[in-house]
Structures are given as structure tokens and as C-alpha cells.
């Protein structure tokens, strides 16, 4: 644990920049696909150490610890009906893209084209599209996923590193994801509310560790001028499969 932690100050501490497709010597443009520093694709697993009693058991009502929740977010949560949200087909409202990487899960990563990279979740069998270069929205109402732009981040000086088995996956670069345009939801299965004023940023690094394994951290950084007085950011792990064990898709519920 400690190494991991050790990693990831490192690559937080590193100074990153966002890195455009470039070609070689009057080649045509890298694809993100193509660029991408590390390999996201396959699948990978949860790995809960951190907020154990709100991700495992179902957290109890007014449980609210750690979100920096307004007035108006406690008044909503206090509010919190499983059973209504089941009545009106909201059972999904703790899968949206702010929420839906706390929940224990597998994770599956592809490139359905070489400009968006897909994540499938077994766990409410969630979707989310991650668009690189200048991908613009589709016209329609706010959406549990939102609209996600993604961008690779290099360290400075490094550029579009070639993969390297020697580097470990924590000095070549990272993925940014922003999400925007949501249907409200929830942070918490217990009913903490975020509005359709939410906004999302994400920063997907991979680290190696001494036996072998590999980590996938996430850094979720949720803003919300309705239900947050400040950024709420959590981090959530994933140790990478070698294949697709324990992949079992999983309707939404809005109880454990």
C-alpha cells in the first residue's frame, strides 16, 4: 500500500501536459488510439480500501460523512425513498458517471474506434464514452454518463513516450476525462444528491507494483454548485485481469 501511495504522489507531483496527436516526419496525425501512453483495454476488478462501510453495505439514512454536502443536498438526502426511486425506474441513480466507479465492480475497456476509448461496468451494466480531439455533443436531454471528453496527459519534456517494458506505467503519462451535461443522481446509494449542475473530472493512472501486479487509481473529482461547497474527490482502485473472471453483469439497484 504504501508503495502505491509513494507512485502516485509522484505522478501528481509530476508536471503533466496535454499532448496533441503528432505524426513522424510529414506522416499524417497519431491517432489517440495509436498515442496512447498506456494500455487501459481489458478488464480489472475493484479493489475497496477506502470508505468500506458506504461501498460495501449499504450506507444508512442521514449517513453522510465526508461529502461536503450544502443545506439543500442534506434537505434532498433526508428525503431519500429506495422505494420511490424503484416506482418512477430511477434505480440507476447511484450508477451516473460521478458515483459509478464506487461501486464494487468489474470494469472493461475497449477502443470501439481509435478516437473513443468505451468502458463497460458489470454493476448496473453501465456505458460510458470517452471522446478525444474535437468530438462535439450530440443535441438531447442530460444523461446518467454525461458527455465525456478525454485527453492523454505526458509528463513535460517527455512527449508521446514510446512504450517502454522498462518504464513502469506511472512515468509515461495518464488519461484525463471531463464529464459534463448529467442527469442528477446520486454520490451515495443512501440518496446524496448531485444536480444537473454537476460537473466531473477524472484521472485515470496506471502504477506497477513490486510483485507484478497492476494498479489502475482513479481520482474523481466532482464540483456541484447546488449540492457541494467544494470539490468532493475520492479516489477508487483497480487491479488489472488477465482475463474476464468474475465479469457478471448486474442490473441496477437502488439497494445492496
Known amino acids: 500500500m504504501r508503495d502505491r501511495i509513494f507512485a502516485l504522489m509522484i505522478v501528481i507531483a509530476m508536471p503533466l501536459a496535454a499532448q496533441p496527436p503528432q505524426g513522424g516526419r510529414g506522416g499524417p496525425p497519431q491517432s489517440p488510439q495509436t498515442m496512447a501512453p498506456v494500455d ?36 434532498v438526502a433526508d428525503a431519500w425513498d429506495p422505494a420511490k426511486d424503484e416506482a418512477a425506474g430511477d434505480q440507476c441513480k447511484a450508477y451516473g458517471a460521478p458515483a459509478v466507479l464506487r461501486v464494487p465492480e468489474h470494469l472493461h475497456f475497449t477502443w470501439p474506434d481509435e478516437r473513443t476509448l468505451r468502458l463497460d461496468t458489470d454493476a448496473g451494466m453501465q456505458i460510458r464514452l470517452f471522446h478525444f480531439g474535437d468530438w462535439k455533443p450530440p443535441a438531447g436531454p442530460p444523461t446518467l454518463q454525461g458527455d465525456s471528453v478525454a485527453v492523454w496527459e505526458f509528463p513535460r519534456g517527455r512527449g508521446n513516450a514510446e512504450a517502454d517494458s522498462n518504464v513502469p506505467p506511472q512515468g509515461r503519462g495518464s488519461l484525463k476525462v471531463t464529464t459534463s451535461h448529467l442527469k442528477a443522481g446520486y454520490l451515495r446509494k443512501n440518496g446524496v444528491p448531485y444536480s444537473e449542475n454537476a460537473a466531473l473530472a477524472e484521472y485515470y493512472d496506471m502504477l506497477k507494483e513490486r510483485n507484478g501486479e497492476v494498479m489502475l487509481v482513479v481520482t474523481i473529482v466532482t464540483t456541484d454548485p447546488q449540492y457541494l461547497r467544494e470539490p468532493f474527490i475520492i479516489t477508487s482502485h483497480f487491479k488489472k485481469q488477465a482475463n474476464d473472471a468474475g465479469w457478471k453483469p448486474t442490473p441496477c439497484s437502488s439497494r445492496w
Not at 487501459?40 to 449517513?63: A, C, I, K, Q
Request: hydrophobic residues 40%; proline residues 14%; glycine residues 8%.
Open 40 to 75: 487501459l483495454t481489458g478488464y480489472w476488478v475493484s479493489v475497496v480500501n477506502e470508505d468500506w462501510r458506504f461501498r460495501m453495505v449499504m450506507p444508512p439514512p442521514g449517513d453522510y460523512q465526508g461529502v461536503p454536502m450544502t443545506p439543500a443536498a442534506v434537505k
